[in-house]
């Protein structure tokens, strides 16, 4: 795809995000994926129990969802730029938009705040519906969650998935627009690795082998637009010093790779804590506190990580707009 074409692609998915969304009851190609993904890993667990035949199937689940996602967006890209052009950068677009879940994890952070940010916010009422919201989007069982805890959480969730959900899938469309291949292919093979971790990236039984693969290949992907991201908070920060210390403080005691960074670096921004016990299907597990109890939890704060993320991904656009128009001035078309 021409430079510009790509540019003019990654400027309308963002706004169609920023706008829309993903628009209630269209297909969307996650469901797809989670489809393919949800068949196969059922028919494998059902069929085999070998440890080494479960591992190889998750390397056959992993290149083949990510390879296969990718390839489908090309061809769809293709097949519509041998049509029109225009018919061609218009599915690019809406393609490349599903790709970004910032408007959806904004929806998603307000849909469980609203009944918490009324004047009865405190009341058992007003939790109850909380925590009945807050349950579509967590793992955590919510039944008995207080006031702050479901603060907590909604905080943990949007800055967790401000990476692998907004920040990473920009990054990787960023890559392939400054590469002929343009935004699509590789935004949909990374939106198939955190697809594929979701729904079968687990340590524990039955997806301890069938997930390893998937569980990894992510966390390397998301490495590099992790750390990026940090970098761009540790920057908007106002004091950056601080904030990369309490994250080279705390960060690395986290499990994951990448969530424990991105997690710290807002905790670190907005002077608040994150982290602490939680309780899955009726068992609880602990981790790391992340930053410093500065502050309390509140809607407003997790309104300013939301805003945080909407300006790191304003910039990181701009930028990447700004590097096209270089690229076209020095490389003519």
């Not at 996650?30 to 085999?48: C, D, E, N, T």
């Not at 479901?150 to 967790?160: D, F, K, S, Y």
């Not at 959900?165 to 955190?194: C, D, E, H, R, T």
């Amino acid at each position: 795809m021409p430079i510009e074409s790509s540019a003019i692609v990654l400027a309308i998915a963002s706004f169609l995000d920023y706008l829309i969304g993903d628009p209630w009851n269209w297909l969307h190609p996650v469901q797809v994926m989670g489809w393919v993904i949800g068949g196969y890993s059922k028919w494998m667990l059902g069929r085999f129990s070998g440890a080494t035949v479960r591992r190889v199937a998750g390397v056959v689940l992993g290149i083949g969802m990510m390879g296969g996602s990718g390839l489908v967006g090309w061809l769809m890209v293709w097949v519509a730029n041998r049509i029109h052009p225009v018919m061609g950068m218009a599915i690019a677009s809406v393609m490349l938009a599903s790709c970004f879940a910032g408007r959806s994890l904004r929806r998603a952070a307000e849909d469980v705040l609203q009944p918490l940010s009324s004047e009865s916010g405190a009341s058992e009422e007003s939790l109850v519906v909380a925590r009945s919201r807050l349950s579509r989007y967590v793992g955590r069982d919510t039944e008995h969650l207080s006031r702050d805890e479901i603060l907590r959480a909604v905080l943990e969730t949007v800055t967790e998935n401000a990476v692998d959900g907004v920040m990473a899938p920009l990054f990787y469309a960023i890559v392939g627009a400054l590469l002929p291949i343009g935004s699509v292919p590789l935004a949909l093979a990374y939106k198939a690795a955190s697809t594929l971790d979701s729904m079968v990236g687990y340590k524990e039984a039955p997806y301890t082998d069938l997930g390893w693969f998937s569980a990894r290949t992510e966390d390397v992907l998301t490495w590099l637009p992790c750390r990026l991201t940090v970098l761009s908070l540790v920057l908007v920060s106002g004091n950056p010093g601080r904030v990369w210390q309490v994250c080279c403080r705390d960060a690395p005691q986290d499990p994951s790779p990448n969530a424990g960074w991105s997690e710290c670096a807002y905790a670190a921004v907005l002077g608040v804590q994150v982290g602490g016990t939680n309780t899955y299907r009726g068992v609880t597990k602990h981790k790391p506190l992340l930053g410093d109890a500065l502050r309390p939890i509140t809607v407003e704060r997790i309104e300013r990580a939301m805003g945080l993320t909407r300006t790191m991904f304003i910039g990181w656009v701009a930028i990447a707009l700004g590097l096209m128009v270089v690229e076209k001035g020095i490389l003519p078309l």
